[in-house]
């Protein structure tokens, strides 16, 4: 099936949506947002999380000059689930997105658990990535510790393993709130955050893009999402040092929701990465930080491909 970009919608204020007609049929949606003709990046969403959102406000790559490209997983949003799919799937998915817009080399940039799906499309395609940004990643979870590396979310990856159609059910639920009663959205949303985290999600901007996030993540029910766990539950198909980077890493000292050693793994697994360690910050570090992270894009993509390796 020939590949190519069925709808763009134009949105003054959200930015452009599209969705793309990838090989196997399947639709991949995405929005932009920026300077069309800046360096591109493209971020992969958490879960909660989808293409619509806008970390430091929706103008900010405008601001700094970057294409910004939010891209919705399978069964997120307006992508078309992917039975069986695996983290090694994605690269594939996104290089016939960066195809269809006419980019040729492109960072990433994944927040929490879209931190494993940027490191998969720079070991897939090093010569194409001119850097890998991780905000809050999560690290691989199939290794001798097991869940217990997890921090305070450890109980819900354990239902997706032992249960997955119940979190299924949970997250059709969590969805159902979000439309119908936001407020009861938000209370779980910020349940057992630490303080770090509650300042950040209770602003008005970011409490509102959470409720989209989750609005958007359960379009299709629940179903994304728990299989979106189970894909990074699963083995990876290859070693975080097997990534050639330039890799940047940043993580709270105060993250609630993930252990902070998932950042100091990734510090003495990659050959060349820079752990940002941010005292005070929590989970949600990216509201504050995607400044930095675009600022960093254009010189990231002044590199020479394959610099890294």
């Known amino acids: 099936m020939e590949v190519g970009i069925e709808k763009e919608t134009r949105k003054a204020d959200a930015g452009i949506e599209g ?50 490209i939010g891209v919705d997983r399978p069964g997120f949003g307006n992508s078309d689930p992917s039975s069986g799919r695996t983290l090694l799937d994605w690269p594939n998915d996104v290089s016939q997105l960066v195809d269809a817009l006419g980019i040729k080399r492109f960072a990433v940039v994944g927040f929490s658990a879209g931190g494993p799906y940027a490191l998969a499309c720079g070991y897939r395609m090093p010569e194409r990535v001119s850097s890998i940004f991780v905000m809050a990643g999560l690290g691989p979870l199939d290794g001798p510790e097991g869940l217990g590396i997890l921090g305070d979310v450890a109980g819900m990856w354990r239902l997706v393993q032992r249960r997955p159609w119940v979190m299924t059910r949970m997250f059709g639920v969590y969805g159902f709130f979000a439309r119908h009663f936001p407020p009861m959205s938000h209370r779980i949303s910020v349940r057992g955050l630490a303080p770090a985290d509650l300042e950040v999600v209770e602003r008005p901007q ?84 995607m400044a930095d992270v675009l600022g960093l894009v254009g010189i990231a993509a002044t590199a020479p491909a394959g610099a890294a390796s």
């Open 206 to 289: 970011v409490a509102a893009g959470l409720l989209q996030a989750v609005t958007e993540m359960t379009r299709q029910g629940g179903r994304g999402a728990t299989q979106d766990m189970q894909v990074l539950l699963s083995a990876w198909g290859f070693r975080p040092d097997e990534v050639r980077g330039p890799v940047r890493v940043w993580q709270g000292d105060q993250d609630s929701l993930l252990r902070t050693s998932f950042g100091d793994s990734y510090g003495s697994a990659v050959a060349d990465c820079i752990v940002t360690r941010c005292a005070d910050a929590g989970h949600f570090l990216l509201e504050d930080r």
């Open 19 to 68: 969705e793309l007609r990838l090989r196997d049929g399947r639709i991949l949606a995405f929005l932009e947002r920026g300077d069309p003709s800046g360096q591109p990046l493209l971020y992969f969403h958490g879960i909660p999380g989808c293409r619509l959102d806008a970390w430091g406000g929706a103008g900010l790559a405008a601001r700094t000059g970057v294409r910004l």
